[in-house]
């Protein structure tokens, strides 16, 4: 049985190429590349509101090193991800 909108059941069964689940930042960006790369995708989530668990706690800046002087041991830190 395959679940879908709020709760119910349904005897529908459905054939995709590809699954993901959660439907937060990296989920929803990861089903967005495999669409974009041609293939079927499902998303599933169990909250109510997509990207409302973890998420929702960051503070969605990435730390690129674009904002600290050329060459400063920050900057370089950023770019080498340490």
Same mark, same amino acid.
């Given at each position: 049985?395959?679940?879908?909108? $709020?709760? $119910?059941? /349904?005897?529908?069964? *459905?054939?995709? $190429? +590809?699954?993901?689940?959660? =439907?937060?930042?990296?989920? *929803?960006?990861? @089903?967005? +590349?495999?669409?974009? +790369?041609?293939?079927?995708?499902?998303?599933?989530? /169990?909250?109510?509101?997509?990207? /409302?668990?973890? /998420? =929702?706690?960051?503070?969605?800046?990435?730390? =690129?090193?674009?904002?600290? @002087?050329?060459?400063?041991?920050? @900057?370089? =830190?950023?770019?080498?991800?340490?």
């Amino acid at each position: 049985r395959e679940a879908v909108a $709020q709760g $119910q059941y /349904s005897s529908v069964m *459905l054939r995709v $190429q +590809s699954v993901v689940v959660g =439907a937060g930042v990296v989920g *929803l960006a990861t @089903a967005r +590349s495999l669409a974009l +790369s041609g293939r079927e995708v499902l998303v599933l989530e /169990s909250e109510r509101i997509p990207g /409302s668990v973890t /998420s =929702a706690r960051n503070s969605e800046v990435i730390h =690129a090193g674009i904002y600290y @002087a050329h060459g400063s041991l920050k @900057a370089q =830190a950023c770019v080498e991800g340490r």
